[in-house]
């Protein structure tokens, strides 16, 4: 029988009130719930049947695992006393547990009430490529409906989103309104509720969001006012007198215009916005100040000046006026986004009804509408509700730190008020992607009050903190990191004595430390995930081939590679890397990779053969298929059939010859058609594959058993595609073919490599309950995930709606202040998620944390860390501020009696404080490849060699050009194809130089500041725009800093800039696309249509016309040399912008930076 501690007992025992249990990592949560629930239904006295209990889980395999820990303790209690009637009649209940997901349970309240929504009982669940593509169809309809009425409202509201020839956005806008009102009860009552926050009278200091923005500025003004006077209290070492004197003036002026800063936001809001960015004057030069002395005023002076001139002025949209314009601008369109999206779910309803299928979002909002009914402010529970109110004795709730306030009205009102039990932990909650809202769960902590037995309160709080899972080292490692960035501010939680892991399992103490941290200095490019996979391996190796000994059970043991857990955060684009490293060194490895199916080599082969079965007319897919393993023509071959019959379309080549070997292929394809009607598309695709010799192919490309779970995968697919509405294999290449255009696709299956001793490769997020002895975190260098900040739209639980203001004159969007205040909200929800995703990783660590670290400089890095410290201390401004989880823990680190060497690399002069767990740091300084490793080394020469290749390469196939036609291209590559294979360079790869920004980055920086620019200001002060746009997140500092503001500022103030500042409109990155024929673009002969797509940095109108301006940072003699070079691209820019936005093209241009001057293309 376990030994349960105090806190866990009372969780177990707890009675006749709400109880909220907070559960850290490792603490036993599951066991507790387990416990519980056979103490309730094995009680002696009153025990409570196993089906008046509603248990909720996160997942269908933590229901399953429910069930099975229930019914084995049953099992057992009979086997000790096999005529324990109760026991027997729990078993026998059973079946008939409620123990399930929120989707099971909603979905089995709406089957036994159908009639009540008028829907059948039937249903199936929408698969949910099928729901997002319908969802497209019908935003698409509807907007052509709307423009075609020329609805002057709708027009504004898409122009908020749209660039010309550009769709996407609007639709992506559409669909994140409705996925988000979706986590609310009632949807459209909260929208429309959050809509009325631009229809206040409420005066703009007493709105919710100057009071957002007050609570942060007064932050920021804190930390500014300490950064200076901590400068101030360092004057005391400097010992020149008239040194002193210059920095205390220059401190003084700077304190001065902070306060002042400070006073205006208390007093004058317009006055403060008058202000704008203040002007800090020059640092007095540092250089006769001690090194760390200077490297410390630096430190400082940036800090307040950065908060300043920069984040300050971020909330400093416009004036109060300005504020109420804006309001009344943006309250018409925000309304009329909502009523769209109404409509589009009303549309889309009537859709699932024909197809009698719904999504889990529509199973969850029937069963609200089942169970209430909104009242103003009220929740009217109606008669169901009651009901299953009065038959559930208790409802428990696992992982409720994952709930939306859709779930959370659920549970909390068929509670009866005292017998709501949920479990958490906000640390762990990481799913905001799906709209979880740890706030619930936190909100209910901070009510609740600590559990007493002895009071009668309804609802208490019980912290398991006794971490039964790591070692002492692991726990301290993870408070040591946690207390110093997890706060209310940023990480939504102060991490305090409740918050702590509490060391509760028996290991013995080893030599070995519990942390480590491996950093690759001079890691750059391409390179880095192959130095950072070899060096993970090699120590993985390392500790295999040593017999390092791990704790398993109560015994120790030698180390398994099945111990190891390598943890990503992303796997996208680097984890083939680590899994080719490993296989070359013969290292087992499993890995959870879920990547789209439809990339997969095997998938692509089937889908050609089914494209060339429904229509063999289509050359491409022909061509595919014919060279595929299935049919096993060579080149040659196909070089013949085309010599020997010169059609245009390569079909009508194959259908003419008179080879055998064709004559067999065609046949066959004629034969499969005839089958393909007779059969589902399901049974098709297995029916190929058995008879088409696909299984041995895949086998011979290696991987086999991943392969063939992917063709089930596909089939699977498949078969949901036949008991759709839509039949046969032409539908179902039209519904592939529209995913893939969409960017979507459905995951490929994962598994394991076939042997139990493997390292495994997962997410984090599919780590979380998952526990290893080892656990190594890998790419955490990389920068954290803030695109969603950039979106044109925002939206917040609290704040409502954020939306720029467009400007139709100038055709760009300006923030407003609600987007201002909801950006910020969403940048700290951003970094408070980012925590807890680094604390999931570090606590699935048993016995050992290890983390790798790839950076270019770590002395510069240790440097920029150290001067993200306040007055010596981590604050929240310091987290917010930091990209990565190797800035987290290097910063962090630098505290850690261990960390000499980080705290000498940061010139420092901290004090380290003494930690109870041991932390080892190793940093390699090779760059990498040698250079002498790739050069090339010169061969011996070999007249017969020579003569040889020389006659080989002779041979011309007169149809070579087809081998790289492609299906799609973009435009800028259309001036590439004369000279794919006409130039080679010796120059080295960019990834080899030195150089952190190669000219085509340069290139990018300076094409991104033109797309996002404000003309205006950039003309009256380049400076500035370039501060806004680094700190808006448009560009980086980096790039910002790599700006040639000497030929940006010739441009504004050319004569082409001046016309574009007069235009009647102006449109910027327009994307276009448009088909061309492969004789067009390659010259040959063949009529295959090529989707040719690209983005057009600059179209104004003047006098009813357009004159395009593509922007070029080339490095060319003259014009004609640059004219010449993209004369191709320019012609399709013209043809597609005319098309796109019928209207005629008067001129067509180059802006070249180089040479400073446009260059007019005729």
């Known amino acids: 029988m376990p030994k349960w501690t105090q806190q866990q007992n009372n969780a177990i025992t707890a009675r006749g009130r709400n109880i909220l249990v907070s559960a850290a990592a490792g603490s036993g949560k599951t066991a507790v719930l387990v416990e519980r629930v056979i103490k309730k239904i094995t009680n002696s006295k009153n025990p409570v049947d196993i089906d008046k209990l509603l248990i909720v889980t996160f997942t269908n395999n933590a229901a399953s695992e429910m069930k099975f820990r229930i019914t084995k303790s049953l099992k057992e209690i009979l086997r000790n006393e096999p005529f324990n009637q109760n026991a027997q009649r729990q078993l026998n209940l059973m079946p008939n547990a409620k123990i399930c997901t929120i989707d099971s349970f909603c979905i089995n309240l709406v089957r036994e009430n159908f009639f009540e929504l008028g829907i059948n009982q039937d249903f199936t669940n929408l698969d949910e490529n099928e729901a997002s593509l319908l969802e497209d169809e019908i935003i698409s309809n509807l907007t052509d409906e709307l423009f075609e009425n020329n609805d002057e409202e709708f027009i504004k509201l898409v122009e908020q989103f749209n660039t010309p020839g550009n769709e996407k956005p609007f639709i992506n806008a559409v669909k994140k309104v409705r996925r988000f009102i979706y986590a609310q009860p009632f949807p459209y009552s909260w929208a429309y509720k959050m809509s009325e926050l631009y229809n206040s009278n409420i005066a703009f200091e007493n709105s919710k969001w100057f009071e957002y923005i007050k609570d942060e500025a007064d932050y920021l003004i804190s930390i500014a006012k300490k950064c200076v006077n901590n400068n101030l209290a360092l004057l005391n070492q400097i010992d020149d007198s008239k040194l002193n004197e210059k920095f205390e003036n220059l401190f003084l002026n700077d304190k001065s215009l902070i306060d002042n800063v400070s006073d205006l936001l208390n007093t004058s809001w317009d006055d403060l916005v008058k202000l704008g960015v203040p002007s800090f004057a020059r640092l007095v030069s540092t250089a006769k100040l001690d090194e760390e002395l200077a490297s410390e005023i630096k430190a400082n002076r940036n800090t307040y000046t950065n908060i300043i001139k920069k984040e300050i002025p971020a909330f400093l949209i416009c004036s109060k006026e300005d504020y109420v314009k804006s309001l009344n601008t943006l309250y018409p369109i925000i309304k009329k986004l909502i009523d769209f999206v109404k409509i589009v779910d009303s549309r889309l309803m009537v859709e699932k009804n024909e197809r009698n299928s719904y999504s889990f979002s529509d199973t969850e909002h ?132 409740q918050n702590r892991l509490n060391f509760g399992a028996d290991y013995k103490k080893n030599d070995i430390s519990s942390a480590q941290i491996h950093i690759l200095d001079g890691a750059k490019g391409e390179e880095t995930d192959t130095r950072e996979a070899m060096q993970i391996a090699k120590l993985i190796r390392k500790k295999v081939d040593s017999k390092e000994q791990i704790k398993d059970g109560d015994e120790y043991r030698d180390i398994r590679y099945s111990d190891f857990a390598i943890l990503f955060r992303s796997m996208k684009n680097h984890v083939d890397s680590y899994v080719e490293v490993f296989t070359d060194m013969s290292i087992p490895v499993q890995c959870d990779n879920s990547s789209n199916l439809f990339e997969n080599n095997e998938i692509k082969l089937i889908l050609s053969l089914l494209r060339t079965i429904d229509n063999p007319t289509k050359d491409i897919s022909l061509l595919s298929t014919m060279m595929s393993p299935v049919y096993a023509f060579t080149a040659d071959e196909l070089a013949q059939i085309r010599i020997e019959n010169k059609r245009k379309n390569f079909y009508f080549s194959v259908v003419n010859s008179q080879n055998e070997k064709v004559l067999n292929f065609l046949e066959d394809i004629k034969n499969l058609k005839k089958l393909s009607v007779t059969m589902s598309v399901s049974n098709f695709i297995r029916y190929l594959v058995e008879n088409k010799g696909i299984v041995a192919f895949i086998n011979a490309m290696g991987n086999g058993e991943q392969r063939y779970q992917n063709i089930l995968a596909l089939i699977s697919f498949a078969q949901k595609f036949d008991s759709g509405v839509n039949i046969g294999l032409t539908s179902f290449i039209r519904y592939i073919d529209k995913i893939i255009d969409t960017d979507k696709g459905i995951d490929s299956k994962s598994i394991v490599s076939g042997k139990d001793d493997a390292v495994t490769i997962m997410t984090v997020h599919h780590s979380k309950g998952l526990e290893f002895p080892i656990c190594i975190l890998a790419g955490a260098a990389r920068n954290y995930n803030t695109g969603e900040l950039t979106e044109n739209l925002l939206i917040n639980t609290v704040y409502g709606f954020g939306l720029k203001v467009h400007n139709e004159e100038r055709m760009y969007n300006i923030q407003s202040i609600p987007y201002s205040v909801i950006k910020s909200k969403s940048a700290n929800e951003l970094m408070s998620e980012n925590l807890r995703v680094l604390y999931v990783a570090m606590t699935r660590a048993k016995e050992q944390f290890i983390t790798f670290i790839s950076c270019q400089n770590i002395e510069r890095k240790m440097q920029t860390l150290y001067s993200k410290l306040i007055d010596g201390e981590i604050t929240p401004y310091s987290v917010k501020s930091c990209k990565s989880d190797a800035d987290i823990i290097l910063l962090c680190s630098l505290f850690h009696q261990n960390a000499g060497q980080l705290r000498e690399l940061a010139g420092c002069r901290l004090f380290a404080n003494p930690a109870d767990f041991d932390m080892s740091i190793d940093i390699d300084k090779s760059e990498g490849f040698e250079e002498d490793e790739i050069k090339p080394e010169k061969a011996e020469y070999q007249e017969g060699t020579v003569k040889e290749i020389a006659e080989k390469l002779s041979y011309k196939y007169d149809y070579l050009p087809l081998s790289n036609v492609t299906s799609k291209m973009t435009a800028s590559s259309l001036d590439d194809s004369d000279t794919n294979f006409e130039y080679i360079t010796s120059s080295k790869p960019a990834f080899m130089n030195k150089a952190e920004m190669t000219p085509a980055m340069r290139g990018t920086a300076m094409h991104t500041f033109m797309q996002f620019c404000n003309y205006n200001l950039a003309k009256e002060n380049l400076d500035i725009e370039i501060e806004n746009l680094v700190s808006g997140g448009f560009i980086t500092e980096e790039q910002g800093k790599s700006l040639d503001k000497k030929r940006l500022a010739s441009f504004f103030n050319s004569p082409l800039a001046k016309r574009m500042f007069n235009s009647d409109k102006i449109y910027r990155e327009i994307k276009v696309s448009t088909f061309l024929s492969a004789n067009e673009v390659y010259g040959i002969d063949f009529d295959d249509k090529i989707l040719v797509q690209g983005i057009a940095d600059c179209v104004f109108e003047e006098s009813g016309q357009l004159v395009l301006v593509d922007y070029k940072t080339d490095r060319v003699n003259n014009e004609n040399e640059l004219l010449e070079r993209y004369k191709k691209q320019l012609t399709f820019y013209k043809y597609a912008i005319e098309k796109t936005l019928k209207m005629p093209v008067k001129e067509v241009m180059l802006y070249s930076f180089y040479l400073e001057k446009e260059c007019i293309y005729k």
């Open 366 to 497: 029937f069963a609200i509408n089942l169970l209430f009914t909104p009242d103003g402010d009220q929740i009217i529970k109606k008669e169901l509700a009651d009901r299953l109110s009065a038959e559930f004795e208790e409802i428990l709730v696992d992982e409720y730190q994952d709930t939306n306030e859709a779930q959370d009205l659920l549970f909390a009102y068929l509670s009866n008020g005292h017998n709501l039990f949920t479990v958490g932990d906000v640390k762990q909650s990481i799913y905001r992607f799906r709209l979880a809202m740890p706030n619930i769960f936190n909100s209910r902590r901070k009510l609740y009050t600590d559990y007493n037995p002895n009071d009668n309160e309804k609802s208490s709080k019980i912290i398991l903190d006794k971490n039964f899972r790591s070692s002492k080292g692991i726990c301290e490692y993870v408070n040591f990191i946690f207390s110093k960035v997890m706060s209310e501010r940023v990480g939504e939680l102060d991490y305090d004595a």
